[in-house]
């Protein structure tokens, strides 16, 4: 069945007070629900209430106190039949949490009990209208043998515990912040907890709890650090205090995606809350405060102000990570910060809008709603909101945020209600802008700039492509941050913010007597793809000039994308080919020796275009030429600037162990420098890379190192992975580590490593971690999964195929790279689109897995 969102049709009941009381067991749970039923005046009258369920029996139904019979059952849903204004139900059911392996409702995960309910997850638990516009307070009362779940947690504050029967304890919590189902949460194990606590800015005092295993807990105190620091930036920066006694945190290692924003009780992946520098690197130290932040910042940008249908899931989700890269942006370097989110957009998101899974990010339909969560609703939907902030100012922004969680505070709103108080707060006109919430696709916008007598030209075009479902499409407001530069004197003219609003537009810049550089989208201020034909010199320039840090990345990217592109389709002699690599070479090398960059946005400039990234310039790529090119530019640069990569290694070798951005920004280019010189000269490089290892007092150099040698033909790269194992085993997420290094290498042999590494005893597919630490590294490594015989394809198929009844969440999401097949060249699309075929084929697929099969053929 299709779900449209012009179908929304408010719920014929409320359900304001929700009573619910868990026998606890890992075998058997059994729920007691109790609900309080008023008519909803603002829908049609109902004779009956639809609950849903999901894979659940009915144990009993009470209706207003007595045993009832007159339900049926539609599908998995329970039907009641309903003839007063108000009633009460009891529902009893039982769950098997060992056997619940989709991770889905409540499940068993080492021991311990824990619930993932976003989107469908609780009717897999009690049958209730399971949809976010309706709104409950919720009474949770659970019960357990006290050895087995010495800590029981559920939402907002407890309220009494005490001892039962035959071992077992009790404990009670109320949450009094009325909340939509998916935000329920349960957790039962034997956990300890990094306690604290954070004084809000009205006084109220909150204690912190991060709950996780026994011998995890030295590894808590950056998490809990990026709590506080959290918890005080929305204050200031958004004005939004916490609004309970307590806000618990609790690890758990098998989880689907990152982590939950339950009320007051957040459900992480272990994998965002664990750090230590012994075994986590900076960029895991920066997930970990990116991801409690996130879901932190949930608590009102999709708690206090929720979602009326899932179609609107980018009002809490864009929004929220829009909050949380400005807090990243915040607590460390503003430039570095951008230019990796945007780099994730392109490698991510890009593909999505130009392929067959492209989505408004607020979608018309679906038929799973598990299925978009993806970078469009999340990356683009930041982008969009970011877009607003851009135009209105951070000031007229923040009024317009206030204005949104003033109004809608308590409610299940809705994207238009967002832009709404943007309009009215913000003082935008956002008429035309909503475009961006309908339309999919990303804009390209052709650019040209002219000069004559002392006034430069630009002229702007734009292109929102077709896509599946939306063959025609209407200009956009694109938001434009531009400069000029005076070629001679370097100098830069005034900041502009231009929005192209129309299909093309012509802007006049007086002050000029000679074309100067131009500097466009700076700052990234708008998700469009910018075409232009551009000077080599010019980019040259502003690689070494642009003051935007986005700018001048994008300089050096265009100066590379540009390069490999047309080496890769053959338009380049031998002399042009020279020419082009020793530009880049010397823009490069400025990078290397200017004094004047930190290391960390040295090592963003030193980033060579991704494999994905440079395909996506093309109609159609070819993998193999594009992988080719790109590392025999990696080779060419290791060897021409051998002795700048070895002199910044050396220098950046005697930084010691600090967690602050110099050292950190140091760790970052000493194993850049290591993987060009892996590319010019391996013993070298392996050398090089053996002593890092060895010496390595942080996880960060380490696993760098274990990098550059597992894409290496030497004897130390079977040392070090067999060092690396056993000095680590045991610990889940750095062997994860050690499948993603192996699966995402440059080795020649990779896709026979990971066939071997499928069978060693810590691999399994239960546990999603460990299976995208092996099959999703191995899906983004170009080499790999594009192997010209079609064994990274198939292999990929065979994944979904033994997933997808285990856990079909996890298994659709491998999908989307082999849907990528109408971009590749006709040998390998031919193999991509027969291994869709053959998924198709299978019986029983998971209508997540369906969904992306189907729409991914077209
Ligand atoms: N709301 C969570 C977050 O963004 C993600 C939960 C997604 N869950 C799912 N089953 N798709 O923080
Ligand atoms: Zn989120």
């Known amino acids: 069945v299709t779900i449209r969102r012009e179908d929304y049709q408010p719920f014929g009941w409320l359900v304001p007070e929700v009573a619910l009381d868990f026998d606890l067991g890992l075998e058997t749970t059994r729920v007691t629900a109790r609900l309080t039923l008023a008519r909803n005046a603002k829908a049609p009258r109902a004779e009956a209430i639809r609950l849903n369920g999901d894979e659940l029996e009915p144990v009993s139904v009470k209706r207003d106190g007595e045993v009832v019979n007159d339900w049926h059952r539609d599908g998995a849903d329970l039907i009641v039949p309903l003839s007063g204004d108000a009633h009460a139900l009891e529902i009893v059911t039982e769950v098997a949490p060992a056997k619940n392996t989709k991770l889905m409702g409540l499940y068993a995960s080492s021991g311990m009990l824990c619930t993932q309910c976003e989107a469908e997850g609780f009717r897999r638990i009690t049958f209730f209208p399971d949809r976010p516009d309706v709104l409950s307070t919720y009474r949770v009362r659970m019960s357990g ?68 295993r026994e011998g995890d807990l030295p590894r808590t105190g950056h998490a809990m650090d990026s709590l506080k620091a959290s918890m005080r930036w929305d204050e200031e920066t958004f004005g939004r205090e916490y609004d309970l006694d307590v806000f618990n945190i609790v690890a758990v290692s098998d989880f689907n995606m990152g982590a939950m924003e339950n009320k007051g009780l957040n459900v992480f992946n272990t994998k965002y809350v664990l750090a230590d520098p012994e075994t986590a690197t900076d960029a895991d130290f920066d997930a970990v405060a990116g991801v409690i932040a996130h879901e932190y910042f949930h608590n009102w940008s999709g708690n206090r102000v929720t979602c009326r249908d899932w179609f609107q899931l980018s009002l809490k989700e864009g929004f929220t990570v829009l909050r949380d890269q400005l807090f990243s942006q915040y607590m460390g370097s503003d430039a570095v910060k951008r230019i990796e989110d945007v780099r994730v957009l392109r490698a991510a998101q890009f593909p999505e809008d130009s392929g067959p899974l492209a989505h408004p990010i607020r979608p018309d339909s679906y038929r799973e709603i598990s299925n978009f969560y993806t970078a469009t609703v999340y990356n683009k939907g930041a982008e969009v909101i970011r877009m607003m902030r851009t135009m209105a100012g951070e000031e007229a922004f923040r ?88 070629r001679a004197s370097g100098e830069r003219g005034e900041e502009h913010l231009l929005v192209l609003d129309k299909e ?20 990234f201020s708008a ?144 194993t850049q420098a290591l993987v060009y010189l892996a590319a010019s000269d391996p013993a070298r490089a392996a050398e090089l890379a053996a002593q890092q ?61 990971v066939r071997a590494l499928a069978k060693h005893p810590d691999f399994t597919l239960s546990n999603p971690n460990r299976v995208r630490s092996l099959y999703m590294a191995m899906a983004v490594n170009p080499q790999a999964f594009h192997a010209a015989d079609g064994a990274g394809y198939a292999m990929i198929a065979d994944l979904i195929l033994a997933l997808d009844p285990i856990n079909p969440q996890t298994a659709a999401r491998f999908v989307p790279p082999l849907g990528r097949w109408r971009r590749i060249e006709p040998l390998r699309a031919e193999q991509m689109r027969a291994q869709l075929e053959r998924i198709a084929a299978a019986g029983n697929l998971s209508r997540d897995t369906q ?3 189907a729409r991914s053929l077209g």
């Open 693 to 753: 290892y060895d010496m390595a007092d942080n996880m960060t150099d380490r696993q760098g190192a274990l990098m550059v040698l597992a894409g290496l033909d030497s004897p130390e790269r079977t040392h070090k992975l067999l060092d690396f194992y056993n000095r680590y085993q045991g610990n889940a997420l750095v062997i994860d580590k050690w499948f993603a290094l192996q699966a995402g290498s440059l080795h020649p042999n990779v896709l026979e490593h």
């Open 399 to 486: 009024k317009g945020s206030d204005l949104y969680f003033d109004r809608h505070d308590g409610e299940a709103a809705t994207c238009e209600d967002f832009v709404r108080a943007m309009e009215d707060g913000a003082g935008l006109d956002l008429k035309q802008f909503r475009l961006w919430y309908s339309q999919a696709g990303t804009p390209k916008v052709r650019a040209q700039l002219t000069h004559e007598g002392n006034t430069a030209t630009l002229h702007l075009s734009q292109i929102v492509p077709p896509t599946p479902g939306q063959p025609e499409k209407q200009p956009m407001p694109i938001p434009l941050k531009v400069a000029l530069f005076d």
């Open 851 to 853: 969904e992306q099969v």
């Open 527 to 670: 998700p469009v793809s910018i075409e232009r034909e551009v000077a080599r010199e010019e980019l040259v320039f502003l690689a070494a000039h642009d003051d935007d840090p986005f700018a001048r990345y994008e300089a050096m990217q265009d100066l590379i994308v540009g390069h490999l592109v047309d080496a890769i389709e053959g338009r380049l002699d031998e002399a042009q080919r020279a020419a082009g690599r020793a530009d880049i070479a010397g823009a490069l090398g400025a990078v290397l020796r200017d004094a004047a960059l930190d290391d960390l946005m040295r090592g963003e400039l030193l980033v060579l275009p991704g494999e994905g990234y440079l395909a996506e310039q093309q109609t159609v790529a070819d993998p193999g030429k594009i992988h080719a090119e790109r590392r025999a530019l990696r080779a060419y640069l290791g060897a021409q600037l051998a002795s700048d990569f070895t002199a910044l290694y050396e220098r950046a070798a005697k930084v010691p162990f600090a967690l602050d951005a110099e050292a950190s920004g140091a760790r970052k280019i000493k």
């Open 145 to 212: 043998d006290k050895a087995t779940f010495p800590v029981l947690l559920s939402n907002g504050n407890p309220e009494a515990s005490g001892e039962g029967d035959n071992g077992t304890h009790w404990a009670e919590w109320h949450d009094p912040w009325p909340k939509p189902s998916y935000l329920f949460a349960l957790v039962a194990g034997d956990l300890v907890a990094n306690s604290s606590s954070f004084t809000t800015m009205s006084g109220r005092e909150v204690a912190l709890n991060i709950y996780v």
């Open 504 to 523: 093309e537009a012509s802007f006049a810049f007086a002050g000029f007597a000679a074309l100067p550089a131009l500097s466009i989208n700076r700052g």
